[in-house]
Each structure stands twice: as C-alpha cells, then as structure tokens.
C-alpha cells in the first residue's frame, strides 16, 4: 500500500513515516519545510534504511498535489501539515484559516478526481473545549477556544458532509492528547524554533540551560496539586495509533472519530517530578499566573479506540521524559 503523508517531516509526521516504512508501506512525503528540515528525511533513512519519495511542496497548491497523485498510485492519505501554534493562531487567524482549511479542501479535491478514498485526518483534543466531564469521550459535545482549534472543528465538519455525500470515502478522524517523547534513537523528535509555548520542550530546554527556569501557569487550578493536568502519549505510540487507522480504513466506508491518549492525566508537576528523576537533572521552576484559555484538567476515555482499532498506547511517562530529553542532549548543536 503507497500512503501520501503531508507534512511527513513534521514532528509526528516523521515517526509516522517511520512507523509505516518499518511495517513495509510505501511512503510517499509532501512537506513543504516551513516548520520542519529536509535533514529529517535522511534520519528517517537513517532508521528505516529506506528513503521515502519526497515532493517539496504546499499541498496548498493544487496542481503540484495532483502531480503526485500522477507519478505515484496513492491507496490513502494521512493528512498532518499544517500550522498548529495556538498563541499565533490568536493573533493571526487568517493565516491559519488559509493554510490549514485550504491544504484540506485541495487534497480531498484531488482525492475525489483521482478516486483516491482513504482519508486520516490529524485533529486534535482541542476540539472537546472545555470539557465538563472526564475522562473525554468522542461522542462528547465541541466546541473551541482558538482558532487553529477552529480550523480543526470546522475540518472535521467538512469531512462529516463530505461523508454523507460521497459513500466510496474511509475517513478516520484522529483527536491526538498532549504528544511528547521523541524517537529512540535520538535522531528524530521536537524542535520548535526560539521559545517554546509547550511544556515539554520549555522543560527539555530548561534542564539544557537554555533557559532559567520553567513558568508553570497556575496552582490553583481544581486537579490534586493544583497545575494543569493532561494527557501526554509518546510520539511513537500516536504514530502508531495512524497505522491501526489506515487498518480499518482500508475494511470501512463512513467516518469515525478516535480519541488517541493513554487515558492518564498528569499535572505539570508531575511532568517536572518525573522529568528530574528519570534525567537526574534540575529544572527549576516559578509558579506564575494562569495562561489565558487553558482548562484545568484533559485527558482521554481511550476505550473507543482500543475496541475498535486495537490501539493501546505502551510507553508510560518515564520514557517520555527519557526519549525528550535525550533527543535534546543528541541534537545540541541544533538547540544553541
Ligand atoms: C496545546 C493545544 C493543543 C495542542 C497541544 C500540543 C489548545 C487549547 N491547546 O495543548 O491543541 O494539541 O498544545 O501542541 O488548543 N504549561 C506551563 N508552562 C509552560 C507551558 C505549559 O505550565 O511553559 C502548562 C499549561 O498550562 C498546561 C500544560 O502545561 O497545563 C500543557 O500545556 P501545553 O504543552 O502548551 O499543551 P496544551 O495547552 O494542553
């Protein structure tokens, strides 16, 4: 089976090629690099010992999408690319109205002229708002609070209508919790450029000593210590979560929504606790106020997806901690 991921240099991207390559899928990449390195390609040779077939483009760009649909017969696509910082995503949104809803609309465009029906879409836990309940089912009421979320909802809309008129479609739907960790071998992992906004890579570069000191937004929140807690699932685990998507797409017509966590909540301390311990290292931290629009506590019902797609998420936090932390320490010279 020949699989076209977008944004296959991504952070999760690039695990899910791996994922893919090492179960003997053909992996066809569309990247056009603006928040990843062409490097990354060769570390994903690197591990698999096989180099994906790479197009440098914005899957924005229609003609240069249908190109790849020419050269290459492409049973299904897993859609990643797109921009997903919320701060910016506040103070820019047409920028990710644009790109994330525009990239959607001319793969499926081009999807349907090529008869191509098999569709993985990466959304996200932003999408169930502020949840009143937990754990978070799928079937739980959405809603958002910025608008790359927006664009998330607003995507799963178009997929849910285009379901309904096009019966030939297989479209998984995949909410992601909090991804961290890194790849084994070090070579592949997060690499946001100038400073952080999410935890884990603020915490790797304040145990580095890039920077002083962790700013933990709030202790008053309503969980046990008082900080934020979420569900974080290791990089590896989600990427493979997308291969257990692609198994019953290629078995199912419609569309369904899975949530992929492990079902466990931690708060911020917890992560800086278990950070120092398993690393021994320092980070230092300030508890300073809340950050506007997070919520107290997030963390996913995984069930759905057990039942149905026989994904269960592995790694604990321990090796979450271990693999982001020494991708940093393996990639220093990148991190100055
Ligand atoms: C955000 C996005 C989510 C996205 C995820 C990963 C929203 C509302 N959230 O999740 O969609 O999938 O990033 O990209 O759309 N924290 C600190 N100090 C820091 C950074 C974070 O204390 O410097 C705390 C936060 O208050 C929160 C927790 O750490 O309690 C996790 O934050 P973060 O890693 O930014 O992820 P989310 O906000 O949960």
Redesign the pocket.
């Known amino acids: 089976m020949r699989i076209l991921v977008t944004g296959g240099l991504g952070f999760i991207g690039s695990h899910t090629c791996v994922e893919l390559l090492n179960e003997n899928y053909e992996v066809v990449i569309a990247d056009n690099l603006s928040n990843s390195s062409i490097d990354v390609l060769d570390k994903i040779e690197k591990i698999t010992s096989k180099r994906p077939k790479f197009y440098e483009i914005d899957v924005c760009d229609k003609e240069k999408v249908s190109k790849i649909f020419n050269e290459n017969e492409i049973d299904a696509v897993i859609h990643f690319a797109g921009y997903?910082a919320?701060g910016e995503s506040v103070t820019e949104p047409l920028k990710y109205y644009r790109n994330n809803l525009d990239s959607t609309l001319t793969l499926l465009e081009v999807m349907k002229k090529e008869k191509c029906h098999n569709f993985i879409f990466s959304s996200?836990?932003?999408v169930y708002g502020s949840p009143k309940e937990l754990p978070i089912k799928e079937n739980f009421p959405l809603s958002t609070?910025?608008p790359?979320?927006t664009t998330k909802l607003m995507i799963e809309q178009i997929l849910a209508d285009l379901s309904k008129a096009d019966k030939d479609l297989s479209i998984i739907v995949l909410r992601?919790f909090?991804?961290i960790g890194a790849h084994k071998s070090g070579l592949l992992g997060e690499n946001p450029s100038g400073i952080p906004?999410?935890?884990?890579p603020?915490i790797v570069r304040v145990a580095d000593k890039k920077l002083p000191f962790?700013?933990?937004?709030?202790n008053d929140y309503d969980t046990p210590d008082g900080?934020?807690v979420?569900d974080y699932i290791h990089v590896v685990d989600l990427a493979r979560g997308h291969l257990k998507a692609l198994e019953k797409g290629a078995n199912f017509k419609g569309i369904e929504y899975y949530n992929l966590g492990t079902g466990i909540g931690y708060s911020?301390l917890d992560l800086v606790k278990t950070f120092e311990k398993v690393n021994n290292v320092k980070v230092p931290y300030k508890i300073v106020d809340r950050?506007p629009?997070?919520i107290d506590a997030?963390y996913a019902d995984p069930t759905k997806a057990y039942k149905e797609l026989g994904f269960k998420a592995i790694y604990g936090i321990d090796d979450m901690c271990i693999d982001s932390y020494n991708f940093i320490i393996k990639n220093k010279e990148s991190h100055k």
Do not use: W
């Open positions: 997903k919320v996200s836990a932003t609070t910025n790359y979320g992601y909090n991804p906004n999410n935890l884990m603020y962790l700013n933990v937004f709030g900080t934020g979420r911020v950050r629009g997070d997030c």
